[in-house]
Antibody
Framework: QVQLQESGPGLVRPTQTLSLTCTVSGGSISSGDYYWSWIRQLPGKGLEWIGYIYHSGDTYYNPSLESRVSISIDTSRNQFSLKLTSVPAADTAVYFC????????????WGQGTMVTVSS | EIVLTQSPGTLSLSPGERATLSCRTSQSIGSTFLAWYQQKPGQAPTLLIYGVSSRAPGIPDRFSGSGSGTDFTLTISRLEPEDFAVYYCQQYGFSPMFSFGQGTKLEIK
């Protein structure tokens, strides 16, 4: 059973870089069938897709965040990571990693989510 | 950029009743890449429906999806107490590649 687990600091200072890692267990991140994504949920709000990375390293980002986002993959560690630069308080959110099948586009596996607060 | 609009914002029903949730897209997305999720407080979303009408593994058959073009529907045929939650629709393939509706809260009447 594939599982995803987010890790990283729960508190980030304004203007700094938010960095999170998602560890994949029970399956290989090198499978060519999936997009490995980051999604966030602002407090009391809906879901916002941030971006994905494919096993090849190809990435695609939400245009609304593209200038500040980078996603990378480490197949040897079965992990993928998110960096969000120059964060304002408005980036405070629960950050989820998730897997979507490239054929269907449905996110079938999610991490539990990690709360990141941007505050001085 | 495609926009997904869900209605109603809140739906108040009783257990045993039928729930009909709507998702409208700002442009046609055909009949394939539309999914539905259920989210309970403090939890990650759970995939219910993908490909407009295919149930994800383990999802009860009281959940069904339908629609095409710009209008899509999630139907819960007979509400169970555990079904009261927030529901999101999601599209795949149109800019920004993945996007979600704002959600419908299904609450107990």
């Amino acid at each position: 059973q594939v599982q995803l687990q987010e890790s990283g600091p729960g508190l980030v200072r304004p203007t700094q870089t938010l960095s999170l890692t998602c560890t994949v267990s029970g399956g290989s991140i090198s499978s060519g069938d999936y997009y490995w994504s980051w999604i966030r949920q602002l407090p009391g709000k809906g879901l916002e897709w941030i971006g994905y990375i494919y096993h090849s390293g190809d990435t695609y980002y939400n245009p609304s965040l593209e200038s500040r986002v980078s996603i990378s993959i480490d197949t040897s560690r079965n992990q993928f990571s998110l960096k969000l630069t120059s964060v304002p308080a408005a980036d405070t959110a629960v950050y989820f990693c998730a897997r979507a099948h490239y054929n269907t586009g449905g996110f079938d596996i999610w991490g539990q989510g990690t709360m990141v607060t941007v505050s001085s | 950029e495609i926009v997904l609009t869900q209605s109603p914002g809140t739906l108040s029903l009783s257990p045993g009743e039928r729930a009909t949730l709507s998702c409208r897209t700002s442009q046609s997305i055909g009949s394939t890449f539309l999914a539905w999720y259920q989210q309970k407080p403090g939890q990650a979303p759970t995939l219910l429906i993908y490909g407009v009408s295919s149930r994800a593994p383990g999802i009860p058959d009281r959940f069904s999806g339908s629609g095409s073009g710009t209008d899509f529907t999630l139907t819960i045929s007979r509400l169970e107490p555990e079904d009261f939650a927030v529901y999101y629709c999601q599209q795949y393939g149109f800019s920004p590649m993945f996007s979600f509706g704002q959600g419908t809260k299904l609450e107990i009447k």
